[in-house]
């Protein structure tokens, strides 16, 4: 998942403060992303499906775009 990734390149980096929030809520989708589905299927239903077919609720990703906005 792309914030998995944003999150592993910025993990030593020295960033601003615009960037550290980006990097704080990547890890958080990257969290929820987990926590969320695990809630609905079990483990093996999860390795079995095309995750590329799951969508976190999108009300979820307005208010991660509003903490973006509001710095």
Excluded at 2 to 23: F, K
Excluded at 31 to 51: A, I, N, T
Aim: glycine share 2%; proline share 1%; with cysteine.
């Amino acid at each position: 998942m792309w914030c998995d990734n944003l999150t592993m390149a910025w993990e030593d980096e020295d960033l601003d403060d615009q960037d550290e929030l980006a990097r704080v809520i990547a890890r958080d989708i990257e969290c929820q992303w987990d926590w969320h589905w695990y809630e609905f299927y079990s483990h093996e239903q999860l390795m079995k499906m095309d995750l590329s077919k799951l969508e976190l609720p999108s009300d979820w990703f307005k208010g991660w775009a509003a903490e973006l906005a509001e710095k």
